[in-house]
């Protein structure tokens, strides 16, 4: 007995075609398979299609495909010659059709390949929304990897999450943003067209809109990131904000910090990277340049610079 997987197509162009013995009758015994550039026009007009899945037994195999010639458009050596072999031994073929065609699709050009990734992307889609998570519009969404998430979470359009992502319970991303590699606390929103990767984000965490948190930072509960901050290789402590314009970089930030407007940690000397330490309850003035290393704590009369 052998086996081989068909489908049956509106548009077979480009497909090898399954020649039955009743070619009107689905359930005719299959003759061979004929490839598109050899095909009668007869036999152009057949629907029923080979997937390229075939299943026979070691022994048989190996004897057909030692007989197999070249004798052909392409002048080639077609391993579906093997089912006419099989059909003239009167071994029994089986075919089998697959619960969805975009399993089988090829792929022959660029245009196919984003028919296929559209029909793999809504089939993510679907599963996200049976499992509960809200998708504003499923046909604008990408998922490009593995997600665990919580209850309630909703993902606004042009979202693209990547690699190993995890949602905590009422996340909500926002329009047009990318998360990469992330760990997301519940609560936490995520406003439009931020650019999340290899970071770890707090419980009722605020981020963005266009806010870039970079690789290795990890934002404890209740942070607030605002507009055009980008944020690398640091630890921001609960309650603490860096809200406007603003580069942290290499940095670590206590406990309800407030980092003023267009700050910068200037973390690179030209050869080597120094690390800035802001403590606890520190405030930090819009426009200030921290230039590493350096630590800025509090004192009973305010800021004060501790080394530099």
């Known amino acids: 007995m052998a086996t081989c997987r068909t489908a049956e197509l509106t548009d077979p162009t480009g497909y090898g075609r399954i020649l039955r013995d009743a070619p009107s009758a689905k359930g005719g015994r299959v003759t061979g398979i004929v490839e598109q550039k050899d095909a009668r026009p007869e036999q152009l007009a057949i629907r029923e299609i080979n997937t390229g899945f075939m299943a026979a037994a070691a022994a048989a195999l190996k004897r057909w495909v030692g007989a197999l010639g070249n004798d052909n458009a392409q002048g080639e050596y077609y391993l579906t010659d093997v089912i006419a072999q099989a059909a003239a031994e009167g071994v029994a073929i089986n075919t089998v059709v697959p619960a969805d065609l975009f399993e089988i699709m090829g792929v022959n050009n660029r245009a196919q390949l984003a028919e296929l990734e559209r029909d793999y992307q809504h089939q993510q889609a679907q599963r996200l929304m ?47 943003s990318v998360i990469r590699n992330a760990v997301i606390g519940d609560d936490t929103i995520i406003q439009a067209h931020c650019v999340i990767e290899d970071a770890v984000i707090g419980v009722n965490a605020r981020i963005g809109p266009f806010a870039r948190i970079r690789p290795e930072t990890r934002l404890a509960n209740d942070v607030h990131i605002g507009n055009f901050v980008e944020i690398k290789k640091s630890d921001i402590g609960a309650g603490s904000k860096v809200n406007h314009l603003s580069y942290i970089g290499d940095t670590s930030i206590g406990a309800r910090v407030n980092v003023g407007a267009g700050t910068i940690t200037c973390n690179y000397d030209g050869a080597n990277k120094h690390r800035t330490v802001i403590e606890d309850d520190a405030f930090i003035g819009s426009d200030s340049q921290l230039v590493a290393p350096v630590t800025v704590g509090l004192t009973v009369h305010g800021i004060q610079q501790k080394g530099g």
């Open 130 to 176: 049976h499992a509960g998570v809200t998708l504003r519009d499923p046909a604008r969404f990408d998922l490009r990897g593995r997600i665990e998430h919580g209850q309630d979470v909703c993902i606004d359009v042009n979202v693209i999450l990547e690699g190993e992502v995890k949602l905590g319970n009422r996340v909500f991303i926002g329009p047009g």
